[in-house]
């Protein structure tokens, strides 16, 4: 069952705009919603993290936005360089244990 | 430093014949462990996870099993394999933080 739904599917952004990717869950027991950065033939790694009591987070270009009522949460990356195309996907977990990942967004950043 | 090793990274079976994975942790001890399968344009799907030796948490039953022989050594098997198990699979390891450490991947394409 798909507990976080992720969109779009694929987006492309010109050098220096803003790339936006959208998570929606379902589980109100989730606390920890995470976001990792993928690039071809690798295992995704942590980018940012947020933590339900928070509203925003933000570490250098990227930030999270989270809206508890709405159960969504967003990423942001900001002046986005080809250096940040990659596959991007949103997760979500209770007590930190079994983590539920988004279906992933592909970005590419044109130059 | 923590790593994580994962083998083999790229392997074709054919449908019928077994299969074993195995992934190992340094540098850690009592980690989570997970296994994850990523299909082609897809997310991440959660298979297994263990929060101990011996103790092993079932996602998608399907015709895989998992085993932790050791506290660091986890082990993905099929004693018949799909097509449909084609894949991306994904070994990772957490501690208490929530952050998910992914290893390089295991590329199994099944004919």
């Known amino acids: 069952q798909q507990q976080v739904k992720q969109s779009p599917q694929s987006l492309i952004v010109q050098k220096g705009g803003i790339s936006i990717i959208n998570c929606a869950y379902e589980n109100t027991a989730f606390d920890y919603f995470p976001w990792y950065q993928q690039f071809p033939g690798k295992g995704p790694a942590l980018l940012i993290a947020?933590?339900?009591?928070?509203s925003e987070k933000k570490e250098g270009r990227f930030t999270i936005s989270f809206n508890k009522s709405a159960k969504q949460f967003s990423l942001h990356i900001m002046d986005s360089q080809p250096g940040d195309s990659a596959t991007y996907f949103c997760a979500a977990s209770m007590s930190r244990i079994d983590m539920r990942f988004g279906a992933g967004t592909r970005l590419t950043v044109k130059p | 430093s923590q790593t994580i090793h994962q083998w083999p990274a790229t392997l074709v079976q054919p449908v019928g014949s077994p299969l074993s994975l195995e992934c190992t942790v340094e540098?850690?001890?009592?980690?989570?462990l997970y296994w994850y399968r990523q299909a082609a344009g897809r997310g991440l799907q959660l298979l297994f996870y263990s929060v101990g030796i011996g103790q092993i948490s079932s996602e998608v039953p399907q015709n895989l099993s998992a085993s932790r022989p050791q506290d660091r050594q986890f082990i993905l098997s099929s004693k018949k394999l799909l097509l449909s198990d084609s894949g991306f699979y994904l070994c990772?390891?957490?501690?208490?933080?929530?952050?998910?450490?992914f290893g390089e991947g295991s590329r199994l394409t099944v004919l």
């Open positions: 947020i933590r339900p009591d928070v």
């Open positions: 990772a390891w957490s501690v208490r933080t929530g952050e998910l450490f």
């Open positions: 540098g850690t001890s009592n980690p989570n």
